[in-house]
């Protein structure tokens, strides 16, 4: 299994923009879709973004299409997540999470799709 550290979180204002980090270990990453969920408290955790391995498809929940950009460095073992225009009701805890590609798992918007999570990185929007 893949290894993951999220980073980049932190406080900003509505409206503002953040860029989230994720370093994987190891040397299969480009076999592993990428995908980042968050977490708000008293709320299950919720998809909001996905990219293949060659990074040529990309996937995102409707809150944030227009908003969030999915992007991976293969050579550098890192996913990113570029946020713009930020909401207050973006405030959660944000998670990377790895998922070996294979037939049998497509559905990257579910949280059982994933093999590997990171311990999550606290992004807070103040309004």
């Known amino acids: 299994q893949v290894q993951l550290v999220e980073s980049g979180g932190g406080l900003v204002q509505a409206g503002g923009s953040l860029r989230l980090s994720c370093a994987a270990s190891?040397?299969?990453?480009?076999?592993?879709?990428m995908g980042w969920f968050r977490q708000a408290p008293g709320k299950e955790r919720e998809f909001v973004a996905a990219i293949s391995g060659s990074g040529g498809n990309t996937y995102y929940a409707d809150s944030v299409k227009g908003r969030f950009t999915i992007s991976r460095d293969n050579a550098k073992n890192t996913v990113y997540l570029q946020m713009n225009s930020l909401k207050p009701e973006d405030t959660a805890v944000y998670y990377c999470?790895?998922?070996?590609?294979?037939?049998?798992?497509?559905?990257?918007?579910?949280?059982?799709?994933?093999?590997?999570w990171g311990q999550g990185t606290q992004v807070t929007v103040s309004s």
């Open positions: 190891g040397r299969t990453f480009r076999n592993y879709a």
């Open positions: 999470a790895a998922s070996w590609e294979s037939p049998s798992k497509t559905q990257l918007w579910r949280t059982v799709s994933y093999d590997s």
